[in-house]
């Protein structure tokens, strides 16, 4: 996907959940704008710039409703639904911002810019990502649901920005975290953040299965 060839893109906006470089995700699409900019993508054989809405509750989103970075991606498959909604398979492909829209009376058509990552692999990048993996496996040890496949996906990841990517999928933390992680450029202040998310939710499945076990005694 080179940066220049592909503006104008439809866009999709998302409720409730951020997509990530490297996730496959099923939407189940009805609003009639997303469904026709899915449309568009797909007859234009386009990317679709997917980027979430600030506010999960708004119907008919405008430009202010919705984040400026998001995530490029393509549509894998698209099944149209006996009710009119549609069921669509996305890969996240490259973070983006949106520059400008260009339309947004029949669906919305924006322009992007791609982002760059700034990875310098630094011996603080290194230890980073060190940290970040071995606190997933911790975080996966207290009860995570994950196959084994993925933790040795994660162990060989050498980049820190897929790092990044293919961790956060798993954590439990709210969508504006998310966001805030998928705008940061910089490889240490993104992982560093991450780092400190696992971390409290390590701390949080310690405890639940600290009172788990009291209750167990108990019984």
Known sequence: MSSQNYN???LLALRDIIIFPQMVVP????REKSVRALEEAERQKKPIMLAAQRDAKTHHPGPDDIFQ???????MQMMKLADG???VLVEGKKRARIERYLETDNYFLV???ELTENAELSAEVKGLIRSVTSSFETYVKLGKKISPEMIHQIHAIEDPF???DAVIVHLN????????ILETDDATERLEKIYGHMKSEIEILQVE???????????
């Open 69 to 75: 970075v998001g995530t490029l991606g393509d549509i």
């Open 209 to 219: 299965k600290r009172i788990r076990t009291r209750v167990k005694k108990q019984m």
């Open 27 to 30: 939407l189940f699409v009805g």
């Open 162 to 164: 897929r790092l990044a």
């Open 8 to 10: 104008p893109v439809p």
């Open 111 to 113: 322009d992007v810019k």
């Open 85 to 87: 909604t549609v069921k």
């Open 173 to 180: 933390i709210k969508l504006e975290e998310k966001q805030e």
